[in-house]
């Protein structure tokens, strides 16, 4: 059996792979490195085969998606360990080891990821990711380094390694095993929050989730679905719900739904102003399959308790971003 496979699942991603292949290849070794086309009709394949003969290639006839792709890889594997890498990641010499190690310096931590920072503006933390995530009372997803819109610039100041509720899915490292116990990615989603739906997963196992920021990588970041499209703010509205109606606690569920969708209501006003109509109607097709597809996602819920000691912050983010001004991490308080 492997230690440990990096695993690039691919779709059209030639121009990344020629980008940030040779860092993946050079600094992952004795590591293996695997490719996963995914219905691919540029000329990756042939790029990989060629360019890259001692890179594992896993070729699929059809597009499966993010988490159906993934899914059906990592069952297609022997490794103790594997990595979720995006094919828009540039590693960092060194960058496997750390993690590895806080891996298995316990049994029950079965995810981790290291410090993304933003490979367009090396200074600043990546969107997707930063230093750990961690999501608020109702469910909104924020990071060490991210809130919202607002992206600090790393300074050292989320340096120390510790529990996060989840762990970016651009670059994941988990127990494969736990991974496919669990059920892998809800493929449901498609894209936007299967790796938070993931980790919520992990930690209702009684599992913990780890960051390890002395480990550094590079993150481009929008290379699959540009922010600006409307396509992504429909898939992060209705998997924002989706997130909630198949993991919390089921009486909070009761009113903590509720209240989030008004919320959205509200965002789709401020989006249809600021963003323009089109993301305020993506806002309302969201809500639209969440509401054909509730009794769907609703059987989803698995029987498992909440950890006792899950890593979530206390309170609404958006009162403490948009009303108290508190914008960064280090400003907010974490629940224990």
Same mark, same amino acid.
Not at 48 to 73: C, R, T, W
Not at 198 to 222: A, D, E
Not at 225 to 238: A, G, I, Q, V
């Given at each position: +059996? ?14 990344? /792979? ?20 995914? $219905? ?26 993010? %988490?159906? =792709? ?122 936007? +929050? ?15 989730? +780890? ?11 929008? $290379? ?25 606690? =089921? ?31 993506? &806002? /309302? ?9 509730? %009794? ?20 609404? &983010? ?19």
């Amino acid at each position: +059996m492997e230690k440990l496979s990096v695993v690039l699942l691919n779709f059209n991603g030639q121009h990344h /792979l020629k980008n940030f292949l040779p860092s993946v290849t050079q600094y992952s070794k004795p590591y293996q490195v695997v490719v996963v086309d995914n $219905g691919s009709t540029d000329d990756s394949v042939a790029f990989i085969e060629s360019s890259y003969p001692d890179v594992q290639l896993i070729k699929f006839k059809e597009n499966h998606g993010f %988490s159906g =792709g993934y899914n059906k890889a990592l069952g297609l594997l022997d490794s103790e360990y594997v990595v979720l890498l995006n094919t828009d990641v540039e590693v960092t010499p060194n960058w496997i080891n750390p993690v590895l190690e806080q891996l298995e310096s316990s049994e029950d931590i079965k995810a981790a990821q290291p410090k993304i920072l933003d490979q367009k503006a090396k200074e600043y933390f990546e969107y997707a990711g930063a230093s750990g995530g961690y999501i608020d009372d109702l469910g909104y997803p924020l990071c060490r380094g991210r809130i919202f819109q607002t992206i600090e610039k790393d300074n050292g100041q989320y340096d120390e390694a510790g529990e996060v509720f989840w762990a970016s899915g651009s670059c994941l490292f988990v127990d494969r095993k736990t991974y496919l116990d669990l059920g892998g990615l809800d493929v449901d989603f498609f894209a936007h +929050m299967e790796e938070i739906d993931l980790c919520w997963r992990i930690w209702r196992s009684h599992y913990r989730i +780890m960051v390890v920021p002395k480990s550094t990588v590079y993150h481009v970041g929008g $290379g699959t679905l540009d922010k600006s499209k409307p396509k992504k703010t429909y898939l992060n509205f209705r998997n924002g719900l989706s997130l909630l109606i198949k993991n919390e606690d =089921g009486l909070k569920l009761i009113w903590k739904l509720p209240l989030r969708i008004f919320l959205d209501w509200v965002a789709l006003i401020k989006f249809s102003i600021e963003s323009g109509p089109q993301h305020g109607l993506a &806002i /309302l097709k969201a809500h639209i399959h969440t509401l054909i597809h509730f %009794s769907k996602t609703f059987k989803k819920r698995e029987a498992l308790k909440n950890h006792p000691k899950i890593p979530r912050l206390k309170g609404w &983010i958006i009162i403490s971003y948009f009303v108290s001004g508190r914008k960064k991490y280090s400003q907010l308080r974490k629940e224990t």
